[in-house]
C-alpha cells in the first residue's frame, strides 16, 4: 500500500513539474553577437596618422625573448613625468604590409593606398609598475605576438554588434541604391574569406557608413578582374559544354549575391566588416552595397 501511495505521489509530482515548465515562459534565445576576439583582432585601415608616441621598448626576457604574448610582463615608453597611472590599459596596434606585395585584382593596391594605411590589433596591456620615464605593463589580451616599436594606444571599448539571422537573407535582393564599393582587402591579407572573416572595404564614415551598418556582398559575371590570365568571354568559350546562341556582357547579366557582413570598425574611407553569412566562399574584389 506504502508502495502505491509512494509511486502515485511521485506521478502526481513529475506530472506537475512537466505541467509547470510548459506553462512556464520560455527566455527568448540570445541574439547572435560578434565576440570580443573578433572585435578586437580584426584590425582597421586608416588615412589618419594613428599617434606613436607610446611605444613597446623591451620586455623580461629580452637577452633572448623577441616577441611578447599573454601574461608577459613588456616595458613601455611612457612613465610618472607622463602621467602614467598603475592599471591604465592600451590597446597594442602596429602598421601592415602584405609581405608578398602581389595584387590579387588589377586596382587592389590603388584602392588600398587611397584608403589609408593597414594596421595590426596585436592585444592589450595594463600597467602593473610605473617608474619615472618607463612603466612595466602586463599583457592582459593577445591576438598574436607584441614586439618592440609596437605603437600603444589608450583602450577604448569597441562596440560588438548584434546581427540578424541569417535565414533572412535574400539571395535575389534587388540593387540597394546605396554606395557601392569593394572588398578591398582582408586580416592577415588573406585573399579567400568565408563567415566570420574580417575584410576592409572602401567605405567609411565620408559615405556615411556607421558601426553596426550592413553591406550585401556581390558579384558580376564574367568580370575580368582578377590578375590570373583570362579570356574574354571565358564562360562561353572555355570549356565547350555548350554554348549559348547570344553571348551575355556582365551587365545584362543578374549579379550573384554572395553574402552579407556587418560593420564593426569604421574609419574616414574604410571599414572595417565581419562577414555574418557567405553562400560560397568571397574573394577580394567582390563587390558591396550598403543595405
Given at each position: 500500500m506504502r508502495a502505491r501511495i509512494a509511486v502515485l505521489s511521485l506521478s502526481?509530482?513529475?506530472?506537475?513539474?512537466?505541467?509547470?515548465?510548459?506553462?512556464?515562459?520560455?527566455?527568448?534565445?540570445?541574439?547572435?553577437?560578434?565576440d570580443f576576439s573578433t572585435v578586437n583582432c580584426s584590425g582597421f585601415v586608416t588615412d589618419q596618422k594613428v599617434p606613436d608616441e607610446i611605444r613597446l621598448v623591451?620586455?623580461?626576457?629580452?637577452?633572448?625573448?623577441?616577441?611578447?604574448?599573454?601574461?608577459?610582463?613588456?616595458?613601455?615608453?611612457?612613465?610618472?613625468?607622463?602621467?602614467?597611472?598603475?592599471?591604465?590599459?592600451?590597446?597594442?596596434?602596429?602598421?601592415?604590409?602584405?609581405?608578398?606585395?602581389v595584387p590579387w585584382f588589377k586596382?587592389?593596391?590603388?584602392?588600398?593606398?587611397?584608403?589609408?594605411?593597414?594596421?595590426?590589433?596585436?592585444?592589450?596591456?595594463?600597467?602593473?609598475?610605473?617608474?619615472?620615464?618607463?612603466?612595466?605593463?602586463?599583457?592582459?589580451?593577445?591576438?598574436?605576438?607584441?614586439?618592440?616599436?609596437?605603437?600603444?594606444?589608450?583602450?577604448?571599448d569597441r562596440l560588438a554588434p548584434v546581427f540578424r539571422d541569417s535565414a533572412a537573407f535574400d539571395h535575389f535582393a534587388p540593387v540597394s541604391?546605396?554606395?557601392?564599393?569593394?572588398?578591398?582587402?582582408?586580416?592577415?591579407?588573406?585573399?579567400?574569406?568565408?563567415?566570420?572573416?574580417?575584410?576592409?572595404?572602401?567605405l567609411g564614415t565620408n559615405q556615411g557608413v556607421k558601426v553596426g551598418d550592413y553591406f550585401r556582398i556581390f558579384r558580376y559575371q564574367g568580370s575580368l578582374a582578377e590578375t590570373v590570365p583570362q579570356n574574354k568571354g571565358y564562360q562561353y568559350s572555355m570549356y565547350g559544354f555548350g554554348s549559348a546562341p547570344t553571348r551575355f556582357e556582365w551587365n545584362d547579366l543578374p549579379r550573384e549575391i554572395l553574402g552579407e557582413?556587418?560593420?564593426?570598425?569604421?574609419?574616414?574611407?574604410?571599414?572595417?566588416?565581419?562577414?555574418?553569412?557567405?553562400?560560397?566562399?568571397?574573394?577580394?574584389?567582390?563587390?558591396?552595397?550598403?543595405e
Open positions: 502526481v509530482f513529475l506530472g506537475g513539474a512537466v505541467s509547470s515548465a510548459r506553462s512556464a515562459p520560455q527566455a527568448a534565445p540570445a541574439a547572435p553577437q560578434i623591451s620586455g623580461e626576457q629580452s637577452n633572448y625573448k623577441i616577441a611578447f604574448a599573454r601574461g608577459d610582463y613588456v616595458h613601455i615608453k611612457r612613465g610618472q613625468d607622463k602621467g602614467v597611472r598603475v592599471g591604465d590599459r592600451f590597446s597594442v596596434v602596429r602598421p601592415d604590409k602584405d609581405p608578398t606585395d586596382w587592389q593596391e590603388k584602392l588600398l593606398k587611397a584608403m589609408g594605411t593597414p594596421y595590426l590589433d596585436a592585444g592589450q596591456v595594463r600597467v602593473v609598475d610605473v617608474q619615472p620615464k618607463v612603466s612595466v605593463a602586463q599583457v592582459i589580451f593577445s591576438c598574436g605576438y607584441m614586439q618592440r616599436g609596437d605603437i600603444l594606444q589608450p583602450y577604448q541604391g546605396k554606395p557601392v564599393a569593394m572588398v578591398v582587402a582582408g586580416k592577415d591579407y588573406g585573399q579567400v574569406f568565408g563567415k566570420l572573416s574580417a575584410v576592409y572595404v572602401n557582413g556587418i560593420v564593426i570598425n569604421v574609419s574616414r574611407n574604410s571599414s572595417t566588416m565581419v562577414i555574418t553569412f557567405s553562400s560560397i566562399e568571397v574573394y577580394a574584389g567582390d563587390y558591396i552595397e550598403i
